[in-house]
């Protein structure tokens, strides 16, 4: 079961006819996960051909308008659509006030119940599991309470080697969950078949870090290490890094360098400043630091592959 994220938006506060603010939709283990959710989040899904009805967990970074402005309407969006199933809102502490306000003022009914996860520590937590997946808070540097996420996979089960099971009679369909959890297996003379000739390694777990508005803070390097994928924003080139600190953003000298230090396979940057009109100034500088460094696409899904760390 493969993961994919698709960038839904990458620009900073203001949209422009050729960007949206943040935004993205990622696939993991069988998931749809939401990712901030900026103005026009919900045209950038109908163009990405995304299944509204699959969204069944949002997360927002911070409560700074090009990271959630589009989330009232995406709500609404989902009721008129017949959603009746709950839905899970991930997001600062203040997230249930501002859009049940909104609904109250607006009178927006919803036929569907959100549930709030409201976030207000300042140490990384896991707030989501499933069996196949977990995701954990990234705490970030920002001018108000900001967290990024990590998506991160189980440990698979083994593989069985069906060709190794076969020789082998007394092994039934109801042992296979046994060995796929490394047990080994003992026949009736009771001799002892290890479980490594029985079975492959499992295939290795994909780990996607998401990293929204923040000044550069290296705390952030033991949650984000050796990850599959990591997008950073990286909002000004290092030039004006005064500017960045000030503002609470990254260069993209910067992010590359926590790249590096963190051993990760990918780095994506986005959260573009508009004074830029050819972003691959943003790779000129990231990729001396970090070659494996890429602007991201509207729309055009990553494949979020198994980094194998140095």
């Known amino acids: ?23 993205q939709l990622l696939e993991m283990s069988g998931r749809t996960f939401l990712i901030d959710c900026g103005e026009g989040t919900q045209v950038q899904l109908r163009r990405a051909k995304a299944k509204f009805s699959k969204i069944n967990h949002i997360f927002i970074s911070h409560l700074h308008g090009d990271h959630c402005f589009g989330l009232p309407g995406l709500i609404a969006s989902f009721r008129l659509l017949g959603r009746e199933k709950p839905l899970y809102v991930y997001g600062p502490k203040g997230i249930r006030e501002m859009l049940e306000t909104i609904f109250r003022l ?8 959100i549930i709030y996860k409201e976030l207000s520590i300042e140490v990384s937590e896991k707030i989501y599991e499933d069996k196949n997946m977990e995701v954990f808070t990234i705490p970030l540097d920002h001018r108000i309470y900001c967290n990024g ?11 069985l080697n069906m060709v190794e099971i076969s020789k082998y009679p007394e ?3 109801c042992d296979y969950e046994h060995l796929k959890r490394g047990k080994d297996f003992v026949l009736k ?4 078949l ?13 780990s996607y870090a998401f990293c929204s ?9 033991p949650i984000i290490k050796q990850v599959d994928l990591l997008y950073h924003e990286s909002t000004f080139l290092h030039d004006l890094k005064e500017m960045a600190d000030f503002t609470g953003h990254t260069t993209a000298k910067e992010a590359a360098i926590l790249a590096k230090e963190a051993n990760v396979g990918k780095l994506v940057l986005g959260h573009f400043s508009n004074r830029y009109s050819d972003l691959n100034v943003f790779l000129e500088e990231a990729r001396p ?14 494949l979020i592959e198994f980094h194998r760390p140095d």
């Open 1 to 23: 079961m493969g993961a994919s994220l698709t960038v839904l938006g990458f620009n900073s506060a203001i949209p422009t006819v050729r960007s949206y603010p943040t935004a």
């Open 106 to 113: 607006t009178e927006t009914r919803k036929e569907f119940e």
């Open 149 to 159: 996420y990590l998506f991160r996979e189980k440990p698979k089960p083994r593989r």
């Open 171 to 173: 092994i039934e369909i």
């Open 189 to 192: 003379d009771d001799y002892p």
């Open 194 to 206: 290890k479980n490594s000739t029985l079975t492959f390694d499992p295939s290795p777990g994909i």
């Open 213 to 221: 508005d923040t000044r550069f803070t290296t705390s952030i390097i």
């Open 289 to 302: 630091i970090f070659p494996n460094t890429y602007l991201p696409r509207a729309l055009e899904p990553i």
